[in-house]
C-alpha cells in the first residue's frame, strides 16, 4: 500500500502562487510515477502535472507554462508549483501515485485526500 498526504492549498488572488507538497509513505519503491489531478463539482477529475520514474513530465495543456512538477526521489516527495493563477484553476487538487498493487499482481492508483485552491480577488 502506498500513502499519500497533501499540504499547500488555499486561497490566492488571480496571478498568484501556491505551492502543494505530497509526500508518499508505505511501499514507495512500488511507486512508477507522482502526479497530481484536480476536480471540480462541474468536471470530472483531470490530470493536471505528473511525473514518471524516468522523470518523464506531462502537463495539461491549460497548466503549460505556469504549473511546474517536481519530484524529490529521496524523499518520496513530489511538488506543484503553481504560477500565474487563474480563477479556473479553483479545484480540489489530489495527489496521485500510479504503482504496483499491495500482491503485486497488477498496476493502481492510489490517492491523497485532496486539498482545496481558491483562486479569487
Known amino acids: 500500500q502506498v500513502q499519500l498526504v497533501e499540504s499547500g492549498g488555499g486561497l490566492v488572488q488571480p496571478g498568484g502562487s501556491l505551492r502543494l507538497s505530497c509526500a508518499a509513505s508505505?511501499?514507495?519503491?512500488?511507486?512508477?510515477?507522482l502526479g497530481w489531478y484536480r476536480q471540480t463539482s462541474e468536471k470530472q477529475r483531470e490530470l493536471v502535472a505528473t511525473?514518471?520514474?524516468?522523470?518523464?513530465?506531462k502537463y495539461a495543456d491549460s497548466v503549460t507554462g505556469r504549473f511546474t512538477i517536481s519530484r524529490d526521489y529521496a524523499e518520496n516527495t513530489v511538488y506543484l508549483q503553481m504560477d500565474s493563477l487563474k480563477t479556473e484553476d479553483t479545484a480540489v487538487y489530489y495527489c496521485?501515485?500510479?504503482?504496483?498493487?499491495?500482491?503485486?499482481?497488477?498496476?493502481?492508483?492510489?490517492w491523497g485526500q485532496g486539498t482545496q485552491v481558491t483562486v479569487s480577488s
Open positions: 496521485n501515485a500510479y504503482g504496483l498493487s499491495p500482491d503485486n499482481t497488477e498496476w493502481q492508483h492510489y
Open positions: 511525473e514518471k520514474g524516468d522523470a518523464t513530465k
Open positions: 508505505g511501499r514507495t519503491d512500488s511507486i512508477y510515477s
